[in-house]
């Protein structure tokens, strides 16, 4: 089993930044893929940012250069440096891990609110 933590969401204004970092813990050692996802109000949760074991990222197109996505394995640690934040960015965000074999666990979220 592994278990994610999800902290450092809050309210921020429009073109503000916030670090969003989940930590990982349990059976860490099986963990290969990480990222971020997101759910808006009424809508279906999306991908926002994954990270490999090797540091591979990928992006979805809305938060291209403006967010950034990284891991310190030392750590189990990954992190969501989310800058220009729009109100389009509001969210409840979901830390994800993928194990070795394909299974996917997934933290309790943590809400962001961008105002306008």
């Known amino acids: 089993q592994v278990q994610l933590v999800e902290s450092g969401g809050g309210l921020v204004q429009a073109g503000g930044s916030l670090r969003l970092s989940c930590a990982a813990s349990?059976?860490?050692?099986?963990?290969?893929?990480m990222g971020w996802y997101r759910q808006p109000p009424g809508k279906p949760r999306d991908m926002v940012a994954t990270?490999?074991?090797?540091?591979?990222?990928n992006y979805a197109d809305s938060v291209k250069g403006r967010f950034t996505i990284s891991r310190d394995n030392a750590k189990n640690t990954i992190y969501l440096q989310m800058n220009s934040l729009k109100p389009e960015d509001t969210a409840v965000y979901y830390c994800?891990?993928?194990?070795?074999?394909?299974?996917?666990?997934w933290g309790k979220g943590t809400l962001v609110t961008v105002s306008s």
């Open positions: 990270i490999t074991k090797g540091g591979n990222t």
């Open positions: 994800t891990a993928e194990n070795l074999l394909g299974r996917d666990y």
């Open positions: 349990g059976n860490i050692f099986t963990i290969n893929n």
